[in-house]
């Protein structure tokens, strides 16, 4: 069956040629899985009540509704981290913050996974969990699409992220604004 939403249409072609950007391959189930969280949350605002409170108040409410609260903590920071990240420079709560904030929540519905999700969910937390910084650089190169460094000020904060993190992707994109410079092959400069 063909998939009738453009916007996730959309999405899963991004996602797919982000996943080859970035040289990840990952399980069947996770690029869709990504393909609709950003369809979702292109859709609907995000909710204001500080994760880090809703990640330990949800880690003692009920099975069904820890898992939900979970998934859209270990969601929102994908996607803020993610997508929105080069505007978190500078915040108090910053992009490491919601990196391991995410990381965890995905971890802990990994294992608290006990079939009652969809089949194969909790192989898709495990690795959203193992490798969520991976996942946000292809978020990052997603939104690196639609958006560009627009000031001064953009790049220091782009810089600052690449010495914290030394995430490829900030570092092709200050390679790109020539802050960086690019490898060169061996012998290109004969």
Do not use: C
């Amino acid at each position: 069956m063909a998939n009738s939403d453009p916007i996730e249409s959309f999405f899963k072609d991004e996602v797919e040629r982000a996943f080859k950007a970035e040289g990840l391959e990952v399980a069947g189930a996770t690029g869709p899985y990504l393909a609709r969280l950003l369809t979702t949350y292109a859709a609907q605002p995000i909710e204001n009540r500080p994760l880090g409170v809703r990640f330990f108040e949800d880690l003692a409410a009920g099975p069904r509704e820890r898992r939900s609260n979970l998934r859209e903590i270990g969601d929102t920071s994908l996607f803020l981290s993610g997508y929105w990240g080069d505007s978190l420079g500078g915040k108090l709560v910053d992009v490491d913050y919601y990196i391991d904030l995410g990381g965890m929540a995905y971890g802990q519905l990994a294992r608290d996974n006990d079939g009652r999700d969809v089949v194969g969910a909790g192989a898709v937390f495990s690795e959203l969990a193992t490798n969520f910084s991976r996942f946000v650089e292809v978020l990052m190169t997603i939104s690196r699409r639609t958006t560009r460094v627009r000031s001064d000020r953009d790049v220091v904060r782009l810089y600052e992220r690449w010495l914290r993190t030394k995430s490829s992707w900030a570092a092709r994109r200050l390679a790109e604004e020539g802050v960086l410079a690019r490898r060169l092959p061996k012998g290109a400069l004969h």
